[in-house]
């Protein structure tokens, strides 16, 4: 919901999505520890390159490993953190593909919140709660929050 919005405004914005890269740039990794910190280096150095070219990349990606998301804030430079925070609960009753139903029949192994950790960001610069609020709503408050930090000029 965000990308329209910032190309509203005439910005020249790429949305990488982290299930569509896996189906090409990163089809050949699984989804253990070694591969997910591939898969999100290889999302940041796309990231860099469309950033380095005056783009806006938006990356919505699950990285649940502060040390990936480290690396990339140090390889592409002007990098914002926006930590959508939704407790496992949540996420369990939004799961439209059925994903935490087969990890917790442990048809699926080491996924994310479940049997795997996510480690919560130290200092995002942007921390958005979904649990009550609409997708407009969260898409709406990154875009204040970006104005307010001095990202994006007022709108």
Known sequence: MLVPKLKARGWNVELLDGDEIRMGLSADLGFDRKARETHAGRVAFVAKLLARN???PIVALISPYRSSRAKARESIGRFVEVYVTTPVAVCEERDVKGLYKKAREGKITEF???DDPYEAPDH???VVDT???SPELSAQQI???LE???YLPSA
Do not use: N
């Open 124 to 126: 995002p610069e942007i």
């Open 131 to 133: 649990v009550d609020r």
């Open 54 to 56: 005056g783009a806006i």
């Open 112 to 114: 994310t919140g479940v």
């Open 148 to 150: 307010r930090l001095g």
């Open 143 to 145: 875009l204040g929050d």
